[in-house]
Nanobody, 114 residues
């Protein structure tokens, strides 16, 4: 039913910027939270940023002031604007929809070179 398709990942130099997009197809019923997670090699998957249906946002301490999560309801899309990227931001980034059911995107690779 629900599918999350990510785009926007790539290879950038430290200090650069990327904007990730997560386009949703299918209906999500009830309240939900959209989030971006990342998983670096040999590391556990961690929450990067989230946004509620009401627009409340939350960020990991490591990305506060650098990343911004937002949504475009008309486009059924959630974004992650990533600025001042650091090599430690290198990871596969996943979009997630949490609500009655749990949905994950396929992941998009972000690589930040030093």
């Amino acid at each position: 039913q629900v599918q999350l398709v990510e785009s926007g990942g790539g290879l950038v130099q430290a200090g650069g910027s990327l904007r990730l997009s997560c386009a949703r197809s299918g209906s999500i019923f009830g309240t939900n939270v959209m989030g971006w997670y990342r998983q670096a090699p040999g590391k556990q998957r961690e929450l990067v940023a989230s946004i509620t249906s009401g627009g409340r946002t939350n960020y990991a301490d490591s990305v506060k002031g650098r990343f911004t999560i937002s949504t475009d309801n008309a486009k059924n899309t959630v974004y992650l604007q990533m600025n001042s990227l650091k090599p430690e931001d290198t990871a596969v980034y996943y979009c997630r929809s949490t609500g009655l059911k749990d949905y994950w995107g396929q992941g998009t690779q972000v690589t930040v070179s030093s």
